[in-house]
């Protein structure tokens, strides 16, 4: 079993900055693509930003600029840093790792959920 713990969030003022980490534990042979989505009230999940194991990235449109992903290979966790953030960016926002186990099966795997609100 695999579980992604994630770290940050909270509440910002719009122009602010926040940084959520998530770290994943448990039988992992290995990490394939890392990212976050988000969610906010009344709407679907949706992608923010991902990272392949060599470090490719992919971004939402509507966070290009001022979110940076990141990643340790290392130590299995992966970085959100959220600046310029503005009330359209308040969600709940989901830690997401494709990985294979230790017995290489592949699969999704999703952390509990942090809460990010933007407002004044």
């Known amino acids: 079993q695999v579980q992604l713990v994630e770290s940050g969030g909270g509440l910002v003022q719009p122009g602010g900055s926040l940084r959520l980490s998530c770290a994943a534990s448990?039988?992992?042979?290995?990490?394939?693509?890392m990212g976050w989505y988000r969610q906010a009230p009344g709407k679907q999940r949706t992608l923010v930003a991902t990272?392949?194991?060599?470090?490719?990235?992919n971004y939402a449109d509507s966070v290009k600029g001022r979110f940076t992903i990141s990643r340790d290979n290392a130590k299995n966790t992966v970085t959100l840093q959220m600046n310029s953030l503005s009330p359209e960016d308040t969600a709940v926002y989901y830690c997401?790792?494709?990985?294979?186990?230790?017995?290489?099966?592949?699969?999704?795997?999703w952390g509990q959920g942090a809460q990010v609100t933007v407002s004044s």
């Open positions: 448990g039988s992992i042979f290995r990490i394939n693509t």
């Open positions: 990272i392949t194991s060599g470090g490719n990235t």
């Open positions: 997401y790792a494709y990985v294979t186990s230790t017995v290489l099966l592949s699969k999704d795997y």
